[in-house]
Antibody, heavy 115, light 108 residues
Framework: EVQMVESGGNLVQPGGSLRLSCVAS????????MNWVRQAPGKGLEWVSG????????YYADSVKGRFTISRDNSKNTLYLQMNSLRVEDTAVYYC????????WGKGTTVTVSS | EIVMTQSPAALSVSPGERATLSCRAS??????LAWYQQKPGQAPRLLIY???TRATGIPARFSGSGSGTEFTLTISSLQSEDFAVYYC??????????FGQGTKVEIK
């Protein structure tokens, strides 16, 4: 079955860190660029970060630049998002999404930043 | 950055009626435009890509059109399961995807 499953979301205090993971299966992960997209409670969808198929090129929204790091391990079919210096406004459901296969999204993992 | 603006923000429609949702881009970019449906607690579901191509398994009552800066999603005869929030996405400018702010289709 073709799917992606996120994990790692949690409740964290402002200033804290989390690492999200997205494990892909059922397709050749290493041949696709990948994105992270988030959705704050009651709000719309926001692109957060992207990485090329090889992992050599990474891209960030201005809102997370310098705080978040995207990476991937193609040997493990896994995408990561390291989130540091978290803010209350980073509270959201985080989805991984396949850039070329637009139908392929995970179900999301919830990050809550609160004291 | 390409800014995507959807209208209206909300739409009240009776079952069986037609719904027309719009998405306008701040810059022209041919047809790299997708439409998603999202229901509460669920991930977005792809309906349309390439501005007008239905995704696998999407009913024919959903259709997309447009190019350049003006795009439209039409639901020809709303079914109960179609009441949801709809988002447009421009993917011409990868890596920076840009979403519209969404249109909520509500039962009238």
């Amino acid at each position: 079955e073709v799917q992606m499953v996120e994990s790692g979301g949690n409740l964290v205090q402002p200033g804290g860190s989390l690492r999200l993971s997205c494990v892909a299966s059922g397709f050749t992960f290493s041949t696709y660029a990948m994105n992270w997209v988030r959705q704050a409670p009651g709000k719309g969808l926001e692109w957060v970060s992207g990485v090329s198929d090889s992992g050599d090129n990474t891209y960030y929204a201005d809102s997370v630049k310098g705080r978040f790091t995207i990476s991937r391990d193609n040997s493990k079919n896994t995408l990561y998002l390291q989130m540091n210096s978290l803010r209350v406004e980073d509270t959201a459901v985080y989805y991984c999404a396949n850039v070329q296969r637009l139908s392929l999204w995970g179900k999301g993992t919830t990050v809550t930043v609160s004291s | 950055e390409i800014v995507m603006t959807q209208s209206p923000a909300a739409l009240s429609v009776s079952p069986g009626e037609r719904a027309t949702l719009s998405c306008r881009a701040s810059q022209s970019f041919s047809t790299s435009l997708a439409w998603y449906q999202q229901k509460p607690g669920q991930a977005p579901r792809l309906l349309i890509y390439g501005a007008s191509t239905r995704a696998t398994g999407i009913p024919a009552r959903f259709s997309g059109s447009g190019s350049g800066t003006e795009f439209t999603l039409t639901i020809s005869s709303l079914q109960s399961e179609d009441f949801a929030v709809y988002y447009c996405l421009q993917y011409n400018n990868w890596p920076q995807w840009t979403f519209g702010q969404g249109t909520k289709v509500e039962i009238k």
